[in-house]
Every structure is written in C-alpha cells, then in structure tokens.
C-alpha cells in the first residue's frame, strides 16, 4: 500500500478553476493506476478520472473537456485541474491507488487519502 495526501480543494465560484494534488509516500508509483475520486452527501462514491501506469487516462462523461488528470512519478504525485467548474462538481475528492484496480468499482483501489472539499457556488 501506499500513503496518500490530497490537497487543493476550496470554495469556488461557478467557472472556476481549481487544482487538486496527491503526494505518495512510501512505495513508488510507476505501477500503480492513480485516480480521483468523488462522493458528494447522500450519494454514491464515484471515480472521476484515472490514469494507468503507462499514461492511458479516463474520464466519466461528464467532466470530460472540463478536468485534466496528470501523474508525476518522479515527485509521486498526481494532480487534477478542474476547470468550468459546477455547483453539481461539489465534493469531497479522494485519491486512490491501486495496482490492479477496476476502474468502475472504488473497492477494488487499496489505497486512499483522506480526501479535500471542493465547494462550487452558484
């Protein structure tokens, strides 16, 4: 397992933009997918982006051409740019890391941080 730290989040307005990161610590990262991660109140855990260990990126539809997901192996980190960003984005976003994970289920990622609020206002 690795340890995960998010930080980044904040209050924004409706089409802003906001920065998330995570720094690893303890193993490094080359082989392991890294995502995002969100859960709002009342509603279900759901991933955001990832992206494998070599580079092949995913993103649910509707953050598409809004969110970038990027990795650092170097500095073991990851980083997520929300741009246009909407009062429905409002959340706490975790990261989460995994070497075998199914992108579609968050119980099969073994790592996780604590998460970071990102709070839209309309």
């Known amino acids: 397992q690795v340890q995960l730290v998010e930080s980044g989040g904040g209050l924004v307005q409706a089409g802003g933009s906001l920065r998330l990161s995570c720094v690893a610590s303890?193993?490094?990262?080359?082989?392991?997918?890294m995502a995002w991660f969100r859960q709002a109140p009342g509603k279900e855990r759901e991933i955001v982006a990832a992206?494998?260990?070599?580079?092949?990126?995913y993103y649910t539809n509707s953050v598409k051409g809004r969110f970038t997901i990027s990795r650092d192996n170097a500095k073991k980190a990851i980083y997520l740019q929300m741009n246009d960003l909407a009062p429905d984005d409002t959340a706490v976003y975790l990261c989460?890391?995994?070497?075998?994970?199914?992108?579609?289920?968050?119980?099969?990622?073994?790592?996780w941080g604590q998460g970071t609020q990102v709070t839209v206002s309309s």
């Open positions: 992206v494998s260990s070599g580079g092949y990126t």
């Open positions: 303890g193993r490094t990262l080359e082989k392991y997918v």
């Open positions: 989460a890391a995994d070497p075998r994970p199914s992108f579609a289920d968050y119980r099969t990622f073994g790592s």
